[in-house]
């Protein structure tokens, strides 16, 4: 069954407190205290998994604590046609999605890593690289496949179906919402199953819902999509 791909607006900011970590608490462990360390070192870290397990939402989280704290934050990932070059501002350098690359990426990507590892001047800088892969299957360029590896690697679990479905039950415990089994069963099956996405789903359920005074059955979905 075709999953569908939601547009209501921009969903939920990723945050490390948000991500859910069942099953990854190493990998987020890690990642919160280099985030929230001024005295980090620059290990380079690398994350993979299966699509929908968390690997954006961690990289994106990091981005903002980052920014947050005032340090600009180099990104790169496959949807950047023409990546900049290297700035000596940043303060670390994110590759998200590195088994999509195309070459002129793998190339940008390469030259990140070097110039945030080994600078010329100043202290390194952390690399935060993520894909579906383990570094040594990804078909990138070798010097750049074999770099992505050096450090600490972590895989990340996506959830499993009873823990999608006790998150997607707490949220909308927490917002009041009743969710029937059938409907939950409609949700989990016919839209993306990444949890951004169902936490963005069921925002937009529980306003379409409260617009219209109905209760939020399957009929009421199917209405919302037809309407928004």
């Given at each position: 069954?075709?999953?569908?791909?939601?547009?209501?607006?921009?969903?939920?900011?990723?945050?490390?407190?948000?991500?859910?970590?069942?099953?990854?608490?190493?990998?987020?462990?890690?990642?919160?205290?280099w985030?929230?360390?001024?005295?980090?070192?620059?290990?380079?870290?690398?994350?993979w998994?299966?699509?929908?397990?968390?690997?954006?939402?961690?990289?994106?989280?990091?981005?903002?604590t980052?920014?947050?704290?005032?340090?600009?934050?180099?990104?790169?990932?496959?949807t950047?046609?023409?990546?900049?070059?290297?700035?000596?501002?940043?303060?670390?350098?994110?590759?998200?999605?590195?088994?999509?690359?195309?070459?002129?990426?793998?190339?940008?990507?390469?030259?990140?890593?070097?110039?945030?590892?080994?600078?010329?001047?100043?202290?390194?800088?952390w690399v935060?690289?993520?894909?579906?892969?383990?570094?040594?299957?990804?078909?990138?360029?070798?010097?750049?496949?074999?770099?992505?590896?050096?450090?600490?690697?972590?895989?990340?679990?996506?959830?499993?179906?009873d823990?999608?479905?006790?998150?997607?039950?707490?949220?909308?415990?927490?917002?009041?919402?009743?969710?029937?089994?059938?409907?939950?069963?409609?949700?989990?099956?016919?839209?993306?199953?990444?949890?951004?996405?169902?936490?963005?789903?069921?925002?937009?359920?529980?306003?379409?819902?409260?617009?219209?005074?109905?209760?939020?059955?399957i009929?009421?979905?199917?209405?919302?999509?037809?309407?928004?």
């Amino acid at each position: 069954m075709q999953q569908l791909a939601l547009d209501f607006g921009l969903a939920p900011l990723p945050s490390l407190d948000n991500f859910v970590v069942a099953g990854n608490e190493a990998a987020l462990a890690h990642v919160r205290l280099w985030a929230h360390n001024p005295l980090r070192a620059p290990v380079p870290t690398y994350l993979w998994g299966e699509g929908g397990c968390g690997k954006t939402h961690l990289l994106r989280a990091v981005a903002a604590t980052l920014r947050n704290q005032g340090e600009r934050v180099g990104w790169l990932d496959a949807t950047t046609w023409h990546p900049p070059v290297f700035e000596e501002a940043w303060s670390v350098v994110l590759l998200d999605d590195c088994h999509l690359f195309t070459a002129e990426q793998q190339a940008a990507a390469f030259n990140w890593f070097v110039n945030a590892q080994t600078p010329a001047q100043g202290r390194a800088r952390w690399v935060l690289a993520a894909g579906a892969l383990p570094p040594a299957d990804l078909a990138l360029r070798e010097d750049l496949r074999t770099r992505l590896g050096w450090g600490q690697v972590y895989q990340l679990h996506a959830l499993a179906e009873d823990q999608r479905r006790a998150v997607l039950r707490r949220a909308a415990d927490e917002r009041g919402v009743h969710l029937s089994d059938e409907v939950m069963a409609f949700m989990l099956n016919r839209f993306s199953r990444d949890l951004s996405s169902l936490m963005q789903l069921l925002e937009h359920l529980d306003r379409f819902a409260m617009r219209t005074q109905r209760a939020i059955t399957i009929p009421l979905i199917k209405s919302m999509l037809e309407n928004e």
